[in-house]
């Protein structure tokens, strides 16, 4: 037993940590998926504690199944639904096919910045084009120095891009 606030509640006692486990998943939905239905980070992933340590719950479904994981690899959705824990919608890969297949299926968070594919400027480059502005230089001629249209460093002057940059 337990209290929380002026209420006692009975703690279920499971036989086992697999039976907890597979008490916070939901039946199968249209796709095949298995929904974790216990927390979740804030990506969507379930968490699952295990003796005050918590895991992935794809992993441990995963690991129920099949054992470790192998080092240096994750597991990929391949439903691409986070808090499915279908052993069958997950595979073993390296980190970065992981995060290849994110990009592909729109899961991946947009690069920004210097780490953009197609940036021509850096964050050196932002900070100088902000001070040429603001002591008095037209956006056509800083753009001009730069290799960029006027409109660009507009959207630099008025931090509709590279708003991270101070």
């Not at 298995?34 to 504690?49: D, K, L, Q």
């Not at 084009?129 to 753009?143: L, T, Y």
Request: aromatic fraction near 8%; hydrophobic fraction near 35%.
């Amino acid at each position: 037993m337990y209290k929380t606030g002026s209420l006692e509640r009975t703690r279920p006692e499971w036989a086992s940590v697999e039976e907890r486990f597979l008490s916070k998943i939901a039946p199968a939905d249209g796709n095949g998926c298995r929904v974790w239905t216990a927390s979740r980070t804030a990506r969507g992933y379930g968490n699952f504690n295990i003796g005050g340590r918590s895991v992935g719950a794809h992993r441990y479904a995963w690991e129920l199944a099949n054992g470790p994981v192998v080092p240096g690899h994750e597991l990929n959705h391949k439903c691409n639904n986070p808090p499915c824990v279908t052993v069958e919608h997950l595979e073993q890969v390296t980190h970065d096919q992981n995060m290849k297949y994110m990009a592909i299926c729109g899961r991946a968070k947009p690069l920004r910045g210097e780490a953009a594919p197609n940036a021509k400027l850096t964050e050196k480059d932002i900070r100088e084009i902000r001070a040429r502005i603001a002591r008095g230089e037209r956006q056509v001629s800083v753009g001009a120095l730069y290799g960029i249209h006027q409109a660009v460093v507009w959207k630099i002057k008025e931090r509709k891009s590279w708003s991270h940059v101070e």
